[in-house]
């Protein structure tokens, strides 16, 4: 008898027992526009056009980095689903649309169906957050690709925008205030510092309960990535919104000059920002300066929204409603460096304070 793919490294088997396994999880995000189940070919959607004079689609693909170093260490898989879909609603809703399908891509060394099931699940709770479906998806057994126990997996996401309220940022002008929303921790960015920063720590240092973080290491590096469309959805058409920006890899530095106009700069005050106890042990243990932690971590600000002076008090108030803390943290004035953070420098001393 001759080889088979089995013993080429691919059982089919598990493939399979994998998607009837993971089909309940996502068709619990469906709605009337989804037309196919899955494991069609490809997944048919049939959007809601009502009140759209000119719809223009909005898509957005994204992954969820060396964060799954942690997944994988840990066996913990409950997680990094969400963060998957958050990596890529939250920067589709930027534009101000709605979003309205997502899709999965899950490369790995082998299939365990029990470990795909967690990640489809945590990925069905982060479409059912973004009030999206998850469509359809991938699973690619590739022995020679991944080392054993190790995947990886990349999200895309398709939202829906009215082209004349799209929104794009040329309207920011000086004097607009900025709003930073909650972050939920590191989310998914920075995580080849935080691994560097605490490599010598054991698992059970990792396990053990922290005083400053009310919880353990292991549970704050594994908390999901904030979703922000509820946020976008309760002050679109109440609040004059400028511009918005998710704070990914990079950083407020790197993200806020990414939706603001030339001419302009934002100016953030850090004293304002609500950061996280997990962020200042980074900081000191690390010995990471002021700037690489500005540039390299969200700080505490998940989201930015840029809006009139007069917007602010809505704007928050509408937020804290729909389940989001935020703050007025800075302004737009006139000038040409992209963004000012009071009270770090390019090269700023190291203080434990």
């Keep these: 008898m001759g080889l088979t793919y089995k013993e080429s490294g691919v059982d089919i088997g598990k493939q399979d027992e994998a998607i009837v396994r993971l089909k309940p999880h996502a068709r619990r995000t469906f709605n009337p526009q989804v037309l196919t189940d899955i494991g069609s070919f490809a997944g048919l959607f049939k959007p809601d056009l009502t009140g759209i004079a000119e719809p223009v689609l909005v898509s ?71 009030e999206c479906a998850l469509v359809g998806g991938e699973i690619a057994e590739m022995r020679d690709m991944y080392k054993e126990d190790e995947y990886d997996i990349v999200g ?51 396990r053990k309960h922290d005083k400053e973080l009310g919880t353990s290491l292991l549970e704050e590096v594994l908390k999901p990535t904030r979703i922000y469309w509820r946020a976008v959805k309760a002050i679109l058409g109440l609040v004059d919104v400028r511009a918005m920006a998710h704070i990914s890899g990079g950083g407020i530095i790197d993200n806020v000059p990414r939706v603001i106009p030339a001419g302009v700069h934002a100016r953030i005050d850090a004293s304002l920002l609500a950061i996280p106890p997990v962020f200042s042990i980074i900081k000191r243990s690390g010995r990471v300066a002021d700037h690489e932690m500005f540039k390299t971590f969200n700080m505490g600000v998940g989201y930015i929204v840029v809006a009139p002076q007069a917007d602010v008090p809505a704007a928050l108030d509408l937020c804290r409603k729909a389940g989001y803390e935020g703050r007025e943290i800075g302004t737009i004035e006139e000038g040409t460096a992209p963004v000012e953070i009071t009270g770090i420098g390019p090269n700023p001393e190291i203080n434990d304070t």
Excluded: Q, W
């Excluded at 060396?66 to 958050?86: E, M, P, Q």
């Excluded at 299939?111 to 489809?120: G, K, Q, R, S």
């Excluded at 990925?123 to 973004?130: D, L, N």
């Design 60 to 130: 957005s693909t994204d992954g969820v980095g060396t964060k799954l170093k942690y997944a994988f260490r840990f066996s913990r898989h409950n997680t990094v689903g969400i963060d998957l879909i958050a990596t890529c609603v939250n920067d589709i809703v930027t534009c101000g649309a709605r979003p309205l399908f997502c899709l999965d891509y899950i490369g790995c060394h082998s299939v365990d169906p029990a470990v795909i099931e967690t990640l489809v699940e945590g990925m069905s709770k982060g479409c059912e957050m973004s």
């Design 156 to 206: 895309f996401a398709v939202g829906l925008v009215d082209r004349e309220k799209a929104i794009d940022g040329s309207r920011v002008a000086p004097g607009d205030a900025i709003i930073g929303l909650d972050s939920s921790g590191l989310h998914s960015n920075g995580y080849s510092l935080v691994r560097k920063v605490f490599e010598r720590l054991s698992d059970e240092d990792y």
